[in-house]
């Protein structure tokens, strides 16, 4: 049978974690979170760095699951060695119908929307777009992993390096230096301040998260025992460096009070600081960053189906290796197909509302990985293990912990608002769908 082939280096996985997070967010939300710890420049900056290092301790523990079971499929793997078949297979359910195709979807809706801003185009026009972004990293990705990474690495270093730059740029030619230090203390006190700090918090995890993508890939990476310990950390911490800077070059190009009010901070900062016709430059930034992160969901996703149907748990041509290209070819392409029909749906009222709604429930199962761990562990018993993570317990209990918090303020905010309880309510019916369809492929293969 033809089988995947170590095809990713250490420089690969190191792009791939930070290509996999820099979406959208950094460029939309620290204007939000700001708001939401009541203006104070100091906490916003605090809660940045914890969210930071929350996600270091993640993604320290899943190096060492990835470095002791190298296999394809990644996160599920893990889940399914620590907690049984059951719950593996909820994840990859979940995974194809909405984390990994809703992401993917919604990546191409931002990229056709901010084309739109560089060559006005009707509605369905944007749509069409959307559609072609998807059907070319797919062509891409089935082409071969060599050539998806090689493609996955450029775009980010071009989006990375364009961030560093225009951070450089804001930092040199913005004039509210002087405001930032009398914005730096605290605005709340008591239980509005732990109240406002975890809920910013769970909007900052939101941005950090996306590097567990890379764990999908563990079966194509070469050396992985060296190369996700190294590129986990290293990634991690790239990642808070580069937001911490841009946020500052957001801070002095605006000051604290018109960042606050923005929800589109950075065209906004570069359109004060160099003029209006600069926000294209940050449209094509978005542009780059959002196929990016497109490409790498569709790089590593199609994984996960590959080995939940090599475990006899989804349709058998899923695990199918093309003999050229030696890629899952039928996991990438239905992975494709499902996320343009996302995108098609989106078009048609609230779905794609819906669809992002929901994909907090991958954040269960993102603790429940760091949690599988602990049996893993017991059950390899004296077993040398090629990476530990350092911290151990505390590492992974306090990213499981971020986790629950995570989706315990989504059911939360469901509980509080109508639209949201729509959200609860898919994410239940997403659940059930996905029992009967587990109780019907283990009754195929039992084993």
Known sequence: MIELIRTLRLRDLFLLFIGSVIGSGIFRTPGPILRQVGGS???????????GVLSLLGALTYAELAASNPEAGGLYCYIRDGFGRAPAFLYGWCLFLVIASGSVAALARV???????VIPISPIAQTFVAVVVIAIV????VWGTRKSSDLQNWTTLVKAGVIVVLSVVLLSLGH??????PAMGATQHGASLFSSFGLAMIAVLWAYEGWQFGTYSAGEVIDPQKAFPRAFLLGSLVLIGLYLLAIAAYLIALGPAATGVSDTIAAASVTAVLGSWAGRIVALTILVSTFSAANSVILTAPRVFYAMAHDNLFFKKLAVVHVNFRTPVFAIVALGVWSAVLVCAGQLGQFQKLIEGVIFIGWIFYGLGA???FPIRRANGDRLIPYRVPGYPWTPILFVLAAAAIVGNAVYLALRDPAQFQNLTAAIILFAMGLPAYLFWRKRSPA
């Open 41 to 51: 420049v100091g906490m916003a900056l605090l809660v940045w760095i914890v969210g």
């Open 176 to 181: 509210h230096a002087s405001e930032v230090v």
């Open 138 to 141: 797919t062509f891409v990705n």
């Open 371 to 373: 949690a599988a761990i």
């Open 111 to 117: 990229f056709s929307e901010y084309f739109a801003q």
